[in-house]
């Protein structure tokens, strides 16, 4: 899990720290679309998602000095069937380029889903945080 691998290169740095590591990707007809990097890219993977339903992961890691755990939370989205012209605007207005599965739910990508189903909403924008706080009060950090 690089979330995982995240939180541990920070907590070598830091080793009395507790640390939250965080990674997503989308899982979409068993292959793993990463970030696109560029508007052809982005386009193309909106469109071979369009009308259907794919998987958004995001896992978070928590270390402390005598703590690690992980949580992984899935989310189901169904994207509109959206033109490519609706695809090339989004693109273009939100440039969501550095972004796994090339939309930013955060922003302007929420409008090109019908349907998003998770157990923590919060997950779709990369922190799942009900994990997140359970995993903090495991670790011995007061939460609120």
């Known amino acids: 899990v690089l979330a995982l691998e995240k939180a541990k290169a920070v907590a070598q740095q830091n080793p009395q720290a ?44 928590v270390i402390g000095p005598d703590f690690l755990e992980t949580h992984i939370n899935q989310t189901t989205l169904k994207m509109r069937d959206l033109s490519r012209s609706a695809i090339e605007r989004y693109v273009r207005f939100d440039q969501p380029l550095n972004c ?7 922003s302007q990508g929420i409008t090109l889903f019908e349907e998003i189903q998770s157990t923590d909403h919060s997950a779709i924008t990369g922190i799942p945080l009900i994990a997140l706080t359970s995993l903090l009060i495991k670790a011995g950090i007061s939460v609120p």
């Not at 899982?27 to 958004?56: D, V, W, Y």
Request: proline share 2%; no cysteine.
């Open 18 to 61: 507790v640390v939250i590591g965080g990674d997503q990707l989308v899982s979409f007809e068993n292959r793993i679309l990463g970030k696109p990097g560029s508007e052809e890219l982005a386009i193309e993977q909106l469109l071979s998602m369009q009308g259907r339903t794919h998987l958004l992961i995001t896992a978070i890691a």
């Open 100 to 106: 796994a599965g090339a939309y930013k739910l955060e």
